[in-house]
């Protein structure tokens, strides 16, 4: 999803200052109406405040948020059509799940019949109406979470803000509760923002995510865009796993880049970038699932010999740590298409093969 030509959440130039030290800087970001955007980053990288800026319950030192048209300058949190779910869920545990629902219903100006309807409807949107009489230590904690994210929608928002929403579950369940939220939200058509720090939540969730570090946004893309095509080495490095190399152009030739790469003691071909010129030095990246590792030496152009110096069996793949001539290490990922059916074991003699299209080139 590109960014939106009428965005619904425009966020122009915000900075957050807490004494001398400045927790976000002059982020500019535009949401689009029904989008799933992911805040997605490290501890202290700033994407908790952004989030508490747009809730209202900080303000910003500069900059301005608008949302669906109006600047949200000195509007109250109790007065924004913005609900935040927390972390923590901050259910009442005296509530039934029915109240809890209820209660976020407690303040709007309906009467007692449209607001069990509202609830009612909820409860049904998230799967939950059998629990409505049970307290919250009698469902799992994937059912808290629906509870909580039900409370937050009955007010109808038109901005729903997720702090790290499922970080309180185990894996299986957060990969569950992944599918339900996106459902939910295709549903209903609010506009959601999640802070996280999990990439594979973000990588799953999002039509588009924003990546932090230490309060700026270093990139703006599509799950696929700032995985497979990082513009600077903080993202490359941050999203998955890759290989990074020091390296040289040293020339452009038929749409690609050559490259000296002192770690595999010879050149590599790479796919062309813009913004580069021969003699410059960069860094030369390679997700590891993108490295082939085979027996004989495979036909691509960019094929080396090494050694396994160490592998792991995940099940569904393996990773392979191979050890060129120059000492260096390089990770690759082989898929476990056949059962025992393993590339190569301890000490084999292995090629590592990648496409030219494959490598990434940095230049910041």
């Not at 109240?99 to 607001?115: I, T, W």
């Not at 007010?155 to 894996?171: G, I, S, T």
């Not at 990082?230 to 880049?257: D, K, M, Q, W, Y």
């Amino acid at each position: 999803m590109a960014a939106p030509a009428e965005p619904f959440l425009r966020i122009e130039g915000v900075s957050k200052r807490f004494g001398s030290f400045q927790a976000v800087r002059d982020v500019t970001l535009d949401v689009a109406k029904g989008e799933i955007f992911s805040l997605l980053g490290g501890s202290g990288c700033g994407k908790t405040t952004l989030l508490r800026m747009l809730a209202g319950f900080e303000e910003p030192s500069a900059g301005r948020i608008f949302l669906d048209g109006r600047d949200m300058a000195g509007v109250p949190p109790w007065n924004r059509p913005v609900h935040m779910m927390f972390q923590s869920y901050a259910l009442f545990p005296h509530m039934t799940v029915e109240r809890n629902v209820a209660y976020g219903l407690k303040h709007e100006p309906m009467s007692r019949s449209a607001k069990a309807e509202r609830v009612r409807e909820m409860l049904e949107l998230v799967q939950l109406t059998p629990f409505a009489a049970r307290k919250p230590h009698q469902i799992s904690g994937g059912q808290r979470q629906r509870v909580a994210l039900a409370r937050a929608l009955a007010r109808q928002p038109k901005l729903l803000l997720l702090d790290e929403p499922l970080a309180a579950l185990d894996k299986k369940l957060r990969e569950h509760t992944q599918f339900e939220l996106m459902s939910i939200q295709q549903r209903t058509g609010v506009t959601f923002i999640v802070v996280t720090h999990d990439q594979e939540e973000a990588m799953t969730l999002s039509d588009r995510i924003a990546v932090m570090d230490k309060g700026e946004v270093r990139q703006v893309g599509t799950p696929n865009e700032v995985y497979e095509f990082p513009n600077n080495r903080f993202v490359a490095g941050f999203i998955g796993s890759i290989n990074t190399f020091e390296a040289t152009v040293i020339a452009r030739e038929g749409g690609a880049l050559r490259l000296a790469v002192p770690a595999f003691g010879a050149e590599v071909l790479a796919r062309d970038v813009p913004g580069v010129s021969p003699g410059q030095a960069v860094t030369m990246a390679l997700r590891p699932e993108k490295a082939g590792i085979s027996r004989t030496r495979p036909e691509t152009v960019n094929a080396f010999e090494g050694t396994v110096k160490d592998l792991a069996y995940f099940g569904k793949d393996s990773l392979y740590r191979i050890t060129l001539p120059s000492g260096t290490l390089v990770q690759a990922h082989a898929v476990n298409a056949r059962r025992g059916a393993e590339v190569a074991d301890w000490d084999d003699a292995v090629w590592l093969g990648f496409e030219p299209e494959s490598v990434l080139v940095l230049a910041e």
